[in-house]
């Protein structure tokens, strides 16, 4: 049943259009500004050894100084709220979104290895709290509804994926199950309008954007995507790893200027080493299964260590973003790599399921993972079934890693 008796609901299933119509707008403006900006400097280049541009060098250097100064002048903390979060908390601060939202593009645009889904939640998120301060709302579950609301539209705009970012929304959020229907129609509605708008000027679209030969189902395909899934864990903690030395290696830098200008001319020299390390990596991963028969073992390793060093960098360097793409690129990746070793599975497989596996490790979202391999390698409805497989088990194999590693801690603590 549908709260209708609830004042703060029938408002919201109205304001739904009026938040959408916004967030489509804002991820617009922001994807826009963004795009051009990272097709002028990083588009055009090779995608072999030292085939980026040397000024790559300088221009993420610099990005990384003019990033420290703007969280200097607007007294932004060192530790920011992730999306992640964000989400989870179903609320954002709005005083804070416009001046993180711009950090966030300079970053982007000076080519953090970082994604725009920490933008978007901040400006769709701050609408709907915005909205829900503004009409006085007390009660908790109304006040995250206006603020997932409004994140959801800001996503459903830029991925063009409304029903993926309702179903992301909706596994991430805190609404209790019994309110689930409640709290998704008001998020669909506010994500079609902000995908109605954004399609609609634009044109462009998340799904097929990997596409790959499609593969008959298999049996055996279950156990490869289980294996998948145990490996996909594996690469997410090494990547765990890498942040936390790269984090503990800038602790030791106390001036964040130098920390920015220093991070960002690493994450330059690896985009000049390694071009498709370079930004997001969202349209570096489709540059590289195109060109996926060309490319060596060794290399993708290479490209595979390289990212997850310039994401970690990106990170502790001072950047804004988030981690979504990069991490599907790391995924994507790993498949392609995995697909290299083993050329009698399927890439559409090897790819989909660790693009979807490996940020399904520590996200509590396995349906819309499995969407987004669906939508946008283009795999079918009965070869989903391994992909879902890899992600489940990923999420249980890092959790028994995590549990595991705590329990020798605790007892290393107990033996001193």
Sequence with gaps: MLPLEKPWYKKLLVLALLIGVVGGVSALLFMGII????????????TDWWTGNWWWIPLTALGGLTVAVMRKIWKIPEKVTDPITLAHQAWVDPGNVLSLVAISAVSLIAGASLGPFFALTMMGGGIGSWLALRLGIRDDEAK???????????????????????????????????????????????????????????????????????????????????????????????????????????????????????????????????????TSGSSQLATELQISATIGFGFLVAVLIAKMFAVALSESSGFLGGIVFPIIFIGGTAGLLVHSIFPDLPIALCVGAMLAAVPGAFLSAPVSLVLIAAGTVGIGPIAMAPVGLAVVTAHISLSLLRTFVAKEQKLKLQAK
């Design 35 to 46: 795009g051009a900006g990272s097709d002028f400097f990083y588009s055009g280049t090779g």
């Design 144 to 278: 995250h509804e206006y603020a997932l609301t409004g994140m959801v539209s800001g996503m459903g705009a830029a991925f063009s994926a409304p029903l993926f970012a309702a179903v992301l929304a909706s596994e991430l959020g805190p609404t209790p199950k019994r309110n689930y229907l409640a709290a998704f129609i008001p998020e669909l509605f506010g994500a079609t309008v902000g995908f109605a708008i954004f399609f609609g000027v634009t044109g462009s679209t998340m799904l097929g954007s990997y596409a790959l030969p499609a593969y008959e189902f298999s049996f055996g395909y279950l156990l490869v995507g289980a294996l998948l899934g145990v490996l996909s864990a594996f690469v997410l903690l090494l990547l765990i790893l890498i942040r936390k030395v790269v984090s503990a290696a800038f602790a030791r830098i106390p001036n964040p200027l130098v920390a920015g200008t220093i991070g960002g001319a690493i994450v330059g020299l690896i985009a000049f080493a390694l071009p498709l390390t370079a």
